[in-house]
């Protein structure tokens, strides 16, 4: 489970509260993407790259945060060429001291961006890129996460970065950027155990 990975190697983690639920719940989602082969991935994430990019939230945004994929992970990586293509601005995040930033992707970065340890690929304390916050803000934001709900609830990794990122940006409605999920569809359940502090999304994006 990837936040026991992280916590086992000495990455720091804000600070939540366990949820049990929670918890049982990252390890069943976690079994049945493991148990999804590498093609069967492929397909769904070919087949939710095509329902991203012809969706309006997208559409509509010239700048974008997503993030680096895993093999556990829809593959963001056409995203990722598609936002450059068309000229918007992509924004990644990256993890240091307890925080997360987006930062701007620029002209072959995720070919040589370092791996961390945990397992993430993301711009290094040397590389100085644009911030997304302090430049202006998002447009969509492409979130990570555990499971979802058709109704847009929202189970993360543990960590609680991207909702307290997501309540950030949500403090001011008038620019507050649309959200997003992509996710395999073993992801995507009837019922997300949630708390106050749980930001929704606005729309779930799968295959099925």
């Not at 998002?138 to 189970?155: E, M, N, Q, W, Y």
């Amino acid at each position: 489970m990837l936040v026991v990975n992280l916590l086992r190697k000495g990455f720091k983690m804000a600070k939540v509260t366990p949820n049990p639920a929670k918890a049982q719940l990252r390890v069943e989602i976690a079994d049945r993407i493991a148990a999804l082969s590498a093609e069967e991935k492929k397909r769904q994430s070919q087949i939710v790259y095509e329902k991203l990019i012809n969706h309006p939230f997208y559409k509509s945004a010239n700048r974008i945060s997503l993030y680096m994929s895993t093999d556990q992970e829809i593959d963001t990586a056409p995203i990722i060429s598609h936002i450059k293509a068309r000229g918007a601005s992509a924004y990644v995040p990256q993890y240091a001291g307890g925080k997360m930033r987006m930062l701007k992707l620029e002209a072959d970065d995720e070919r040589t961006m370092a791996v961390t340890r945990h397992g993430i690929a993301q711009h290094s304390k040397d590389q100085l890129r644009e911030d997304a916050v302090e430049s202006g803000g998002l447009d969509l934001v492409i979130t990570p996460g555990v499971a979802f709900s058709k109704s847009g609830d929202r189970c993360g990794h543990g960590g609680g970065y991207y909702d307290k990122f997501l309540a950030n940006l949500r403090s001011n409605p008038q620019t507050a950027p649309k959200v997003v999920a992509v996710a395999f569809d073993c992801q995507v359940i009837d019922n997300v155990p949630t708390n106050e502090q749980d930001q929704k999304v606005d729309a779930v994006i799968h295959a099925e």
